[in-house]
């Protein structure tokens, strides 16, 4: 494996991907507190909150006042997740520089996490992002179950090329490509990737791996030897499943940090602060973080 | 990266290195039905407890009882740790196939781990080789901090060489090279596997991987295109620190299995016994085991 150093890219959605997966509410004020804290990191983007309806995430009701209340540091992208025109509106007045649309390859999927079909998704998508652009924001665009769907098993991935054509012809700057209930394995990465990359340039996609089944760090080291630059992570590993003590989220900024400094790669990122932003908000769920970093640094 | 469908072995080494890093007591009755179950699940190797003195390692004070008490299920071999040539004896007498013998790659670590030198150790375990071997056994050699050790940081390549080749002239028949503390990252194991294989035939060498900071998982990818196949690993997870809750000891079987079968590498092992095998050591020890795999099945 050659590992030529590279400037990586590492999106952090903790605030949004991870919280919004954790049972405890984070006061807004202590929210703000820690965003602000990663913002000082290195870090250049940030997911700071979803603007979907409150009744769907509790967790991050408070959206509104975490995207407006927060400091703006130059350099540093915040973005938010946003399901619908009604959501862009709350989204731009609590300005928002980069809008998240999102959808799944499943149909299955799609139907149970946004209640319609992904044709009936698409024209909701495009016109969010229709929107977003003219007023001025960038749009990324989600995929989920890229890699497999929890309730139809495999995922063609004639089906990803589908939902990433259309995302990509919206006007999307950036399609990342979600394992969201982490089932893939490196074999799997690679050749999904080696599929998508024919069509797609490197620089229009991302990879967000959760790591349920431990396989997160491995399929990010065959994406590293794929041309993938751009990785999507949440700080201490937060977020996983509630009802699950120890089940893993997002893959772990921290741990990713680890793995990436450690292969040569440039990321902008300072591990000391980084670290003190998981010690803060860890103090604030009231449990440990479950990622490794977190782990050995209170052995 | 190729995935080469390959023969891989796995070492499984929960009974020993797993459970002598709990601080629960598992009783000898239920360490016994543990292994006996394990040698029902395809694995070909388990070392299934400890010569050292229990004063070091109360969890296995058990060692002869456990030994001596395990059902011998043709194919499988039955390993132990034993440090010198009065462990050698009770190893014996409890009719081990396999012996392992150990010492640190760093000569501090060796220090505070065996009370001896390095140059002090050697002695002691060619005296240990020579007998287990006249006796008709196969030995195994285990070399700590192979990357990395907590006491002196940076371990020379240097200092690896010399111990692997100290062990191999003595007659170990394999070397398990360890990252005691779970520091290295796919970049030095390829490193430091670069350096060795021009040294040592792949199929002398094992590997060895604590998952203290998440990188387990991607030093097995790096190490298996490097040509290595074969991986000592600990059922759950078990073992880390017992002072830490979370924190990862040996990289969990279940979640390598995973992996490996994904690879499509062959392994022989039974995923679905392995996990009831998981099941039953994880209700004797009265926590949630900490292996990925074990907390998607539980979540």
Redesign the interface.
């Known amino acids: 494996?050659k590992?030529d150093p590279k400037k990586i890219t590492i999106k952090e959605v903790g605030p949004r991907d991870g919280l919004q997966n954790e049972s405890v509410f984070v006061p807004t004020a202590d929210k703000i507190a820690w965003i602000n804290q990663m913002s000082h990191t290195g870090l250049s983007y940030l997911e700071v909150t979803s603007f979907v309806h409150p009744k769907w995430i509790p967790a991050l009701a408070d959206a509104v006042e975490v995207a407006a209340g927060i400091e703006r540091v130059p350099g540093v992208t915040y973005a938010a997740l946003v399901p619908n025109a009604k959501g862009l509106e709350r989204a731009l007045s609590a300005r928002i520089d980069e809008v998240s649309v999102f959808l799944s390859a499943s149909e299955t999927h799609n139907v149970k996490n946004i209640n319609k079909s992904r044709e009936e998704t698409f024209p909701i998508l495009a016109e969010t992002t229709r929107d977003a652009l003219a007023a001025g924001k960038s749009v990324r665009g989600y995929v989920s179950t890229v890699f497999g769907c929890p309730y139809e098993g495999a995922v063609a991935i004639e089906d990803v090329i589908r939902v990433t054509d259309a995302l990509l012809e919206m006007g999307v700057s950036e399609v990342s490509l979600g394992d969201t209930i982490?089932v893939a394995?490196?074999?799997?990465v690679?050749e999904v990737l080696e599929v998508l990359l024919k069509r797609f340039p490197a620089d229009k996609l991302a990879m967000h791996f959760h790591?349920?089944?431990?396989?997160a760090?491995?399929n990010?080291?065959?994406s590293l030897?794929m041309g993938m630059t751009t990785f999507d992570s949440s700080l201490g590993g937060l977020g996983g499943?509630p009802?699950?003590?120890?089940?893993?989220g997002n893959i772990?900024t921290d741990?990713l940090l680890?793995?990436l400094h450690?292969?040569?790669m440039e990321t902008g990122i300072d591990g000391e602060k980084l670290q003190t932003a998981a010690l803060f908000i860890q103090e604030k769920m009231g449990r440990?973080l479950?990622?490794?970093?977190m782990?050995?640094c209170?052995?």
Chains 1, 2 share one sequence.
């Open positions: 494996m590992f982490g394995q490196p074999r799997q690679q790591d349920t089944r431990g396989m760090m491995a990010v080291l065959v030897e499943c009802y699950a003590p120890g089940a893993s772990a741990d680890y793995m450690g292969l040569g440990p479950m990622s490794h970093s782990q050995a209170q052995a």
